[in-house]
């Protein structure tokens, strides 16, 4: 049974949105991507089922759940610390608060030259976590993630080959650990929500035609030093993409919407057509949108690229 967050009737929240840092996350996009839009759901203006079989951030659904009322909404993930943490903001959300406010001040109480230390001490409790697999204190887990996610360097989520968190301190001088706020309008988002540690061909056992599913998987590194797919300790390969993109052919059979995002592998190399390639069928309609590369360490390579998108439907009118 999920724990309802109670507010006050004369209390209005606003609108929940992601509360992690996430790398690759889709909140810079949402702008392009809303005008690709399935027409009926845009008409209906709702959505009768939604799936995201890679939460992550939560960019999009955050989104569309403010602009499109989701009758049910089913968010997966493989990675078990990111669903603990949106288990954990939905059903016990004033203790995740109350936990990460004592962090918080324990954090600015610090004198910035030693902050560094107390991070790494919080890294250290939350890997323990980790590496024994301990089922209970998700709470608190769950705020030291969020503290880690907010005091790193970059806001980056990275594990190692063994799953640990390996993401060194971020020297920020005023770094927001606890938005009460937020988190409380998160917790309302996720009421009602199915939120599980699956691989992303569970949707298959619950979507139908009525179903809205939008992919967003571990990009496809775009240069050879590049992966953006340490969020698992597996990492996400070119057999996975095709794996998925299996996956997306029988949600079409159903009559299913697919919206899908990745990395453009023509940002460096203008003859990779993978992509392109993989969805070649002419279900699939491809665009490419502009994106900010953020993750770089050398500020000089960060600047604009491509992202594609993937749709399985037409549109009444093609974007420009």
């Not at 988190?183 to 619950?206: N, P, Y």
């Not at 279900?283 to 594609?308: F, H, P, V, W």
Request: proline share 6%; charged share 30%; glycine share 4%.
């Amino acid at each position: 049974m999920h724990t309802q967050t109670k507010t006050s009737p004369k209390t209005c929240l606003p609108a929940g949105r992601p509360f992690l840092k996430w790398a690759g996350g889709k909140g810079q996009l949402i702008n392009q991507i809303k005008e690709y839009l399935p027409p009926e759901i845009v008409a209906a203006k709702r959505i009768e089922k939604y799936f995201e079989p890679f939460v992550g951030g939560g960019a999009v659904f955050f989104w569309l759940s403010q602009h499109y009322p989701i009758k049910k909404a089913y968010l997966y993930d493989i990675n078990p610390e990111i669903i603990t943490a949106y288990q954990t903001i939905r059903d016990r959300v004033r203790e995740l608060i109350k936990e990460l406010q004592q962090l918080e001040e324990q954090y600015f109480k610090i004198r910035p030259p030693r902050r560094e230390k107390f991070f790494y001490d919080r890294r250290t409790e939350y890997n323990n976590f980790i590496s024994v697999r301990i089922k209970n204190h998700l709470v608190r887990r769950t705020a030291l993630m969020i503290f880690l996610n907010k005091t790193c360097f970059n806001g980056l989520f990275r594990v190692n080959s063994q799953g640990l968190f390996n993401v060194p301190f971020g020297r920020y001088a005023n770094p927001t650990i606890c938005d009460e706020e937020n988190l409380r309008a998160v917790s309302v988002a996720l009421q009602g929500a199915e939120i599980e540690v699956k691989d992303f061909k569970h949707c298959l056992k619950k979507a139908d035609a009525n179903s809205l599913v939008y992919f967003d998987p571990p990009y496809r590194p775009i240069s050879k030093t590049a992966n953006f797919t340490a969020y698992i300790k597996d990492g996400f390969s070119d057999k996975d993409q095709k794996r998925l993109k299996k996956v997306c052919d029988e949600l079409s059979e159903m009559g299913a919407k697919v919206i899908l995002s990745n990395s453009d592998p023509k940002n460096v190399d203008p003859e990779d057509d993978f992509f392109d390639e993989l969805f070649s069928q002419k279900q699939y309609k491809i665009r490419r949108l502009d994106a900010t590369r953020m993750i770089n360490c050398n500020s000089e390579k960060r600047g604009m690229i491509k992202e594609i998108l993937v749709r399985n439907y037409p549109l009444l009118k093609e974007p420009k």
